[in-house]
């Protein structure tokens, strides 16, 4: 339930972030203006020896310079031995122009659970060639082979020659 109502509330943002213009015509009716660009969407499929199918869709979600938001699916299944699980999952990579960035992801093995993943950015100072950025790392496998949280943070100072 936790994973929808996140899913759902990044939807949410991401909606209300999105400028619109309200534009009224001679009947006196109101429209919002949104808009429209033509993003990059990418599918690849194979078939890797031993018949082993994988489908992987991507593309730009949305971006507007300052932000961008890229999303990505993918799936694979052995169509010769049934033992090897199916494996299903997404990922949603938010960065700005900033050098900071988001991102989310899950992954879910046919009877061995569902890794859930969050990364983060932020850059703390950025002047020229110097740069200071903290980051941290979160996961967790839930239901199959269930795991305890694995967490990292590190402070990360970048010289540019």
């Known amino acids: 339930m ?4 996140i899913v759902a509330s990044l939807c949410l943002v991401v909606a209300l972030a999105l400028p619109y213009d ?11 203006l949104v808009p429209v660009s033509r993003v990059r969407r990418e599918t690849k499929w194979d078939i890797e020896n031993p018949g082993k199918l994988k489908i992987q869709h991507s593309g ?25 699980p199916a494996v299903f999952g997404g990922k949603l990579d938010y960065n700005h122009n900033s050098g900071s960035g988001l991102s989310v992801s899950a992954q879910h093995k046919e009877h061995r ?11 703390l100072y950025r002047n020229g060639p110097f740069h200071a950025d903290v980051s941290g790392k979160y996961d967790r496998t839930y239901g199959g082979a269930s795991s305890n949280p694995s967490f990292s943070t590190h ?4 010289v540019d020659f």
């Open 155 to 158: 402070l990360t100072g970048t």
């Open 113 to 123: 659970g569902t890794r859930v993943g969050v990364e983060g950015k932020y850059n």
């Open 60 to 84: 730009t979600i949305f971006n507007n310079g300052d932000h961008k938001l890229k999303g990505e699916a993918y799936g694979s299944k052995s169509l010769v031995d049934r033992r090897d």
């Open 22 to 32: 309200l534009v009224e015509d001679e009947q006196g009716q109101h429209y919002y």
């Open 2 to 5: 936790q994973k929808v109502l």
